[in-house]
């Protein structure tokens, strides 16, 4: 066949820039356009007669007969060596990648196979070239990822070191603070009982001079008093000096007491007392200070209360408070003490007719040192009801009072059956 064909379908045939074969079923070329032969680097016409095998590397020569068999039988539009790459063979012999696609058509009503081919070198070498550095950013990636993995870990053990030190930090600060707070504690229980101790000792150079010079008065007459007849006024001064180291003795008690419960030397023996004996020993000793006229009289329900507590602190808190009333009330007056019960308490209230606290200065009553201003003339430390309180305290009662000034006071100690 000649190129110069005057066909317009051969034209068209030869204008292809693919390589267009023509395969009959012996697998001869029947018809090659111009592309075909440039692609295979044969002269053109050469092509036509040859055997197909030809264009194909020696190596797989036998398996492309079979493909081409298995085609004809088969005969769809479709691509040649599909998922495998496809080696053409030029007529030096040297190969190139190819790709063809076959078809099947119908010449002087014999079927023949359409092949179209195409170098596909270039799209080989970018493919490769893709591939490659496609290869490349994967083993770029994994280097990263190791990068990114080993920085991690890196900033994990930092991170876990600073926890470690700042756990460490957090230890020490804890430990300095509790230090801190146990020093500060000391000192502010120190400090405030050495103010206790000096302003003891500035109050007690001003009360005990009143007693002192008493005693020094009432000695140097009792002196003087020799001659018989004289044994009244002896015993009223022998009597002031007693009372006076009564004062003296009650301001000593009272700051020993307070400083011993400061020091928490006072600890809780309790046992099953008798209420009602305890109370009388208590009166029985407070009549000597009480006033001409004055009484004690005692309220009780039962003739036998037992109450689980301790003895000595129940007789201190009793004697303060017997001992106020007393102090802070005129002669002739009676003095109260009640005794009530119930399943949970044992109410104790002390009442008297006395001076009274002024309204404005009951808050103050518990403070230690504290003294009404009614009661500057009568000799007190300002620490009996502070004592008391503490000794409540301990025993996990309540104390409260209720006070009118000129009408009288009743101090109220609630204390739980069972602690
Ligand atoms: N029964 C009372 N009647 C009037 N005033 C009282 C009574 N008990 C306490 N007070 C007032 O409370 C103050 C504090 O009492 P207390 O602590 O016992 O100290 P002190 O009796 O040594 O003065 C007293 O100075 C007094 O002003
Ligand atoms: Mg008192």
Sequence with gaps: MKNEHPDPYKAVFEACEEGIFVVNKEGTIVMANRASHKLFGYEEGELIGLSVELLVPPAVRGVHIDDRKAYEANP???????????????????????????????????????????????????????????????????????????????????????????????????????????????????????????????????????????????????????????????????????????????????????????????GLEKEDIKINEVLKDITDDMADICKNGQNIIIDIDEKEILFHTDEKILKNILINLLSNAIKYSEANTDITVIIREDPDLLTITVKDQGIGIPEGEQKHMFERFFRAKNATNIQGTGLGLNIVKKYVDMLEGEISFSSKLNEGTTFSIDLPKIV
């Design 76 to 266: 769809a539009p479709r691509q040649m060596g599909h998922g495998r790459d496809l080696a053409g063979r030029r007529k030096d012999g040297s190969e190139f990648p190819v790709e063809i696609s076959l078809n099947m058509a119908q010449i002087d009503n014999v079927y023949h196979t359409l092949a179209f081919a195409i170098d596909i070198s270039e799209r080989k070498k970018i493919e490769e070239a893709l591939k490659r550095s496609e290869e490349q950013l994967i083993v770029y990636a994994a280097e990263l990822e190791k990068r990114v993995t080993k920085r991690t870990q890196d900033l994990d053990n930092t991170i876990r070191q600073l926890e470690r030190v700042n756990a460490d930090l957090e230890d020490q600060v804890r430990i300095r603070k509790k230090a801190e707070d146990e020093t500060r504690l000391a000192l502010s229980r120190e400090r405030e009982l050495n103010e206790l101790k000096s302003r003891f000792v500035s109050m007690a150079s001003h009360e005990f001079r009143t007693p002192l010079s008493t005693m020094l008065s009432s000695a140097s007459l009792i002196e003087r008093y020799k001659e018989p007849g004289t044994e009244e006024k002896r015993q009223k001064h022998i009597n002031k000096i007693k009372s006076a180291i009564g004062n003296l003795t009650n301001i000593l008690n009272d700051f020993l007491s307070l400083s011993k419960l400061e020091e928490g030397k006072v």
